[in-house]
């Protein structure tokens, strides 16, 4: 055979093979909207879950699989889930009010927002990345710009007062964002707190099903944690689950949303 033949042959398979699993997660989402719709929550959980795995968070498969867990009584994952869409989409009605539905409930309060919340969260971290490294990016180009000609001032000064106030904007945002990363929502129902890494004491008290808390360090198969009014203790890990597991991907899935 050929070499021109074999890349072709090559090829082809290389089209198949990506035309055949596009397909394929394209009827495991619709196999997943079926199954919500005829109210088998749990297996189109299972089948969100399954999109995920394949090709990384999204925005709308997070929520899809948010509304499953809350319509099946899952009320802990629902906000873990619904917590992880709204940190790719912060800016999205819908995602914000089913969090503020399953909360309540789960009999839990809003998350209490400072004055700068709102402003930080207008774009989510892969948005701001783009932005402050294109702010640096045109920061760079007009320095070097600058070398070779002297016309213009106002406006170049002006263009590089403005890619500097983006650049430190985003920085400032990112790293409000990037602050509530080591989070996780706690998943179990009562989850026991202990003094220390072991169960053999009587628990300091319980966290709620859908709490969120800060981890704060692991050992073995306990996190120490941290509420939001300071109170610190070690739980299971099984029982809590972190907002950005580590190794996971951000890749958009352009797919419906179902309303809960």
């Given at each position: 055979?050929?070499?021109?033949?074999?890349?072709?042959?090559?090829?082809?398979?290389?089209?198949?093979?990506?035309?055949?699993?596009?397909?394929d997660?394209?009827?495991?989402?619709?196999q997943?909207?079926?199954?919500?719709?005829?109210?088998?929550?749990?297996?189109?959980?299972?089948d969100?879950?399954?999109?995920?795995?394949?090709?990384?968070?999204s925005?709308?498969?997070?929520?899809?699989?948010a509304?499953?867990?809350?319509?099946?009584?899952?009320?802990?994952?629902?906000?873990?889930?619904?917590?992880?869409?709204?940190?790719?989409?912060?800016?999205?009605?819908?995602?914000?009010?089913?969090?503020?539905?399953a909360?309540?409930?789960?009999?839990l309060?809003?998350?209490?927002?400072?004055?700068?919340?709102?402003?930080?969260?207008?774009?989510?971290?892969?948005?701001?990345?783009?932005?402050?490294?294109?702010?640096?990016?045109?920061?760079?180009?007009?320095l070097?710009?600058?070398?070779?000609?002297?016309?213009?001032?106002?406006?170049w000064?002006?263009?590089m007062?403005?890619?500097?106030?983006?650049?430190?904007?985003?920085?400032?945002?990112?790293?409000?964002?990037?602050?509530e990363?080591?989070?996780?929502?706690?998943?179990?129902?009562?989850?026991?707190?202990?003094?220390?890494?072991?169960?053999?004491?009587?628990?300091?008290?319980?966290l709620?099903?859908?709490?969120?808390?800060a981890?704060?360090?692991?050992?073995?198969?306990?996190?120490?944690?941290?509420?939001?009014?300071g109170?610190?203790?070690?739980?299971?890990?099984?029982?809590?689950?972190?907002?950005v597991?580590?190794g996971?991907?951000?890749?958009?899935i352009?797919?419906?949303?179902?309303?809960?």
């Open positions: 055979m050929k070499i021109p033949t074999i890349i072709m042959t090559l090829l082809a398979l290389f089209v198949a093979s990506s035309l055949a699993g596009a397909e997660r394209q009827t495991t989402f619709e997943a909207n079926t199954a919500f719709a005829s109210k088998n929550y749990a297996t189109a959980a299972n969100y879950q399954a999109v995920i795995l394949r090709q990384g968070f925005a709308p498969v997070l929520f899809n699989l509304n499953a867990r809350y319509q099946d009584g899952k009320l802990g994952v629902a906000i873990l889930n619904y917590e992880r869409a709204q940190l790719l989409a912060p800016d999205d009605a819908d995602i914000a009010f089913n969090l503020h539905l909360r309540a409930k789960a009999g309060a809003d998350r209490p927002a400072a004055w700068f919340d709102q402003p930080a969260r207008f774009f989510s971290l892969n948005t701001l990345s783009w932005l402050g490294a294109a702010a640096a990016l045109f920061i760079g180009v007009g070097v710009a600058r070398q070779f000609t002297r016309r213009n001032q106002f406006a000064r002006a263009a007062t403005a890619s500097v106030c983006v650049l430190l904007a985003t920085i400032l945002a990112a790293g409000i964002q990037w602050s990363l080591p989070q996780a929502v706690v998943t179990g129902k009562n989850t026991p707190v202990y003094i220390s890494p072991v169960t053999v004491a009587q628990p300091l008290y319980t709620a099903e859908g709490q969120t808390v981890l704060r360090k692991a050992h073995g198969e306990f996190m120490l944690v941290e509420t939001s009014d109170h610190r203790g070690w739980v299971k890990s099984a029982d809590v689950s972190r907002l597991p580590a996971q991907g951000t890749d958009g352009h797919v419906a949303s179902v309303a809960a």
